[in-house]
């Protein structure tokens, strides 16, 4: 696959960008009239908190941070008629204290977060951008890793002082994991120091908030520009990022492949979710959620309709995992309907305020689905823990894949197949299900291809004429297949199977 299709969230690093430079531009010519930098009070709601189940959606809208006011109370009533929850805001430090020891503005932000309160919607932002006094060597302003995490975690306490009653969420920083936005190049282990101490000092001053750590984009790793998400969360975890964080967040972009349709495909965006939620569990973690924070579809690259099924599978799938929590799409509105630039349109609303159809399907959104009522009755604890939505393993078969097992429904609903996952992941790619069920180490599947598997000797497969030729005398299988000049050879524990042209088929038991 193209790398492209990884890098989802380049609209942010244009948000920010073009936002806060002109917000910066702003804060400088009225920073004299301003007479304190104190946190200034504005009228107080009761705080809407954020459920954290999965069946939350909300809105990720930072193009509201830098609008008229006018364009944003229009923003909150689109977000009040298509009845979200909760929206997440772009809270920029280089935005709101462009000059250190200056004035510092809150203005874009105040008019943000009180449109969405004034409308009762749960509130979560995303405190990022470095001004450029506080860039580390080697850094870019706004993008820059900050010099000093404390600085950084100060700004962030101020922050939670002045929402305190109106933000329930706050996430720390927006996709480290790329140098779209994290320069001078992805650092877990910077970016974990920036978690420990932004932690405790907004606890301190607001212990009801929910801090989300990760806030990680579905990229691959490519060279020193990107970290995939799962390995970052394992480097997270190593620089000691465990405590620091109530749940994390990712952004599972895919311009061309629905979010459920990516179990069988490596690196895809819910593989990377399920990596994320085992290196969790792995560091004990298990308790914790990982959130969606932004999710979607630009109508520049895919149909309004197609915009609409994405935006609708997700909605569905998402749910169907008992450790994800809130989903965010994004965005509201777009910024230029028919421009040929992904990042103008996100919107499920045109840029003239005219819903897409995928507003109505927010609106209306889907329950869990038909096929995941059949999958939940399978509740026995030797199959594990469930880590993906139920899917298509093949056009005609449903699978679902846990910790221990996969399954699969046969022809005859609610019927199902158990297999190992160490086999399932070797066969899912190639879109076969299994025939049999797992006996004696081995599994038959479909156009005669067999497996094997155990703990001593591995999963492998086998499918053609050596696996119609193999039989049980040979045991499990210790090698894949493999070639030696011209011969095709497997081993087994008792023997092995060749196949060289001329020759044809041969099984040799030792």
């Not at 895809?268 to 959620?289: E, F, T, W």
């Not at 081993?491 to 060749?498: K, P, R, V, W």
Request: neutral net charge; charged residues 15%.
């Amino acid at each position: 696959m193209r790398r492209a299709q990884y890098w989802g969230s380049h609209r942010t690093f244009f948000t920010v960008t073009v936002a806060v430079a002109i917000a910066i531009v702003c804060v400088i010519a009225i920073a004299a009239v301003i007479p304190s930098d104190k946190p200034r009070r504005v009228n107080v709601f009761d705080v809407a908190a954020i459920n954290p189940l999965p069946t939350t959606i909300g809105f990720a809208d930072a193009d509201t941070y830098g609008m008229t006011q006018a364009d944003v109370d229009k923003t909150a009533a689109k977000w009040a008629l298509t009845k979200v929850d909760t929206v997440r805001v772009m809270i920029p430090w280089a935005g709101v204290e462009p000059i250190r020891g200056g004035t510092l503005n809150w203005a874009n932000v105040d008019k943000v977060v009180n449109a969405a309160v004034a409308k009762n919607l749960a509130v979560m932002g995303f405190i990022n951008s470095t001004p450029s006094w506080a860039v580390a060597p080697g850094g870019r302003p706004l993008s820059g890793r900050p010099a000093s995490p404390d600085v950084y975690a100060d700004f962030a306490a101020k922050v939670a002082q002045r929402y305190q009653g109106k933000i329930a969420a706050y996430e720390i920083w927006n996709e480290p994991n790329a140098i779209t936005f994290y320069t001078p190049t992805p650092d877990p282990a910077g970016y974990t120091d920036l978690l420990k101490a932004a932690y405790p000092k907004i606890k301190a001053v607001d212990p009801s908030v929910t801090i989300i750590g990760g806030v990680l984009g579905a990229v691959i790793d490519f060279g020193s520009a990107t970290i995939n998400p799962v390995r970052f969360v394992n480097e997270m975890y190593a620089a000691g990022a465990k405590g620091n964080f109530d749940a994390l967040s990712f952004h599972p972009y895919h311009y061309t492949l629905k979010f459920s349709e990516g179990v069988p495909i490596a690196n895809s965006p819910v593989n990377q979710l399920i990596g994320m939620r085992q290196a969790m569990v792995a560091n004990g973690d298990s308790a914790k959620k990982i959130w969606c924070t932004e999710y979607g579809e630009p109508t520049s690259k895919v149909s309004e309709t197609d915009q609409g099924a994405f935006i609708k599978d997700i909605l569905s799938k998402w749910q169907e995992m008992p450790y994800t929590g809130p989903l965010l799409i994004y965005t509201t509105r777009d910024r230029a309907t028919g421009s040929t630039d992904a990042q103008d349109t996100f919107g499920v609303y045109h840029s003239d305020w005219t819903p897409k159809p995928a507003q109505q399907i927010m609106l209306f959104a889907p329950g869990k689905s038909v096929e995941f009522t059949r999958f939940s009755k399978q509740t026995s604890p030797a199959l594990g823990e469930v880590l993906s939505p139920v899917f298509r393993a093949t056009p005609t078969v449903w699978a679902q894949m846990r910790s221990v097992s996969t399954l699969y429904e046969t022809p005859k609903a609610g019927s199902f197949i158990v297999s190992p996952s160490q086999i399932a992941q070797l066969l899912l790619p190639k879109k076969l299900a299994p025939t049999t069920q797992f006996t004696n180490g081995m599994q038959e599947f479909e156009n005669g291809t067999k497996a094997w598997w155990s703990q001593a000797t591995g999963a492998h497969w086998l499918d053609g004429q050596m696996a119609a030729a193999y039989v049980p005398q040979l045991g499990l299988a210790t090698s894949d297949k493999y070639t030696q000049s011209s011969t095709s050879r497997m081993d087994f524990e008792h023997g092995y199977i060749t196949w060289a042209p001329f020759v044809g088929v041969k099984v040799v038991l030792t």
